[in-house]
């Protein structure tokens, strides 16, 4: 009973260091998402996949980039990390939603990122 | 642009009836969702409307009005362990399936 599986659920980077979160999803899901979550904040999206082989940027993608590797994967890489990439980060999949139908957003665990 | 309203933090008593509001300003709209995360959590769907009119799932109901551009989620009968954040989304039309988030309520239940 996974659902969606992110790793590592702890990381510490410097400044420049680059880094890969995983994420995983065993629901046959079409749809992924990555968010962040800053407080105060809300989530916001940093990147979404509708469909295996389709990635769109969403509301902050500035210093990211994905890869949907399959249908139950999609990774998120920092290139070079900065101070302001501090952040929980959220995994998320869902069905492919119907015009009034809405397919609900399953969220994994979240991974702590800090970047001294 | 596209904006979604919620009151930061709500305070009410074990047993007690609570509504957190929700007012959305969206290029295009195909409906109101709810989430709620606990501290350190994840967030999880609680309820979603896309047409106007309340949608009740046990102690939790979600009310559209989509000429007012406006939502609430109702809790009843609280307990402790609805203590959490209650988020508002709302799918807008031409976002694929990009949800467009409201900043949180944070509810407080005391005793």
């Known amino acids: 009973n996974a659902g969606v599986t992110q790793t590592p659920k702890f990381q510490v980077l410097k400044t420049g260091q680059s880094m890969t979160l995983q994420c995983a999803q065993d629901?046959?899901?079409?749809?992924m998402y990555w968010y962040r979550q800053d407080p105060g904040m809300g989530l916001r999206l940093i990147y979404y996949?509708?469909?295996?082989?389709?990635?769109d940027k969403g509301e902050v993608p500035n210093g990211y980039n994905v890869s949907r590797l399959n249908k139950r994967e999609f990774s998120l890489r920092l290139e070079s990390a900065a101070p302001s990439q501090t952040s929980v980060y959220f995994c998320?999949?869902?069905?492919?939603?119907?015009?009034?139908?809405?397919?609900?957003?399953?969220f994994g665990d979240g991974t702590r990122l800090s970047i001294l | 642009g596209q904006s979604l309203e919620q009151p930061s933090e709500v305070t009410a008593v074990e047993g007690a009836i609570v509504q957190i509001n929700c007012t959305y300003q969206?290029?295009?709209?195909?409906?109101l969702s709810w989430y709620q995360q606990h501290d350190g959590g994840a967030p999880t769907f609680l309820s979603y409307?896309?047409l106007d009119g309340l949608e009740e799932t046990g102690r939790f109901s979600s009310f559209l009005s989509r000429s007012d551009s406006y939502g609430y989620l109702l809790l009843q009968e609280l307990q402790m362990k609805d203590s959490a954040s209650y988020f508002c989304?709302?799918?807008?039309?031409?976002?694929?399936?990009?949800?467009?988030w409201g900043l949180g309520t944070s509810l407080a239940v005391n005793p």
């Open positions: 998320a999949s869902s069905d492919r939603d119907r015009r009034y139908s809405n397919q609900p957003q399953h």
């Open positions: 969206t290029s295009g709209f195909y409906g």
């Open positions: 629901m046959n899901h079409n749809s």
């Open positions: 989304a709302v799918r807008g039309a031409g976002n694929n399936r990009k949800l467009i």
């Open positions: 409307n896309a």
């Open positions: 996949s509708a469909s295996e082989g389709t990635t």
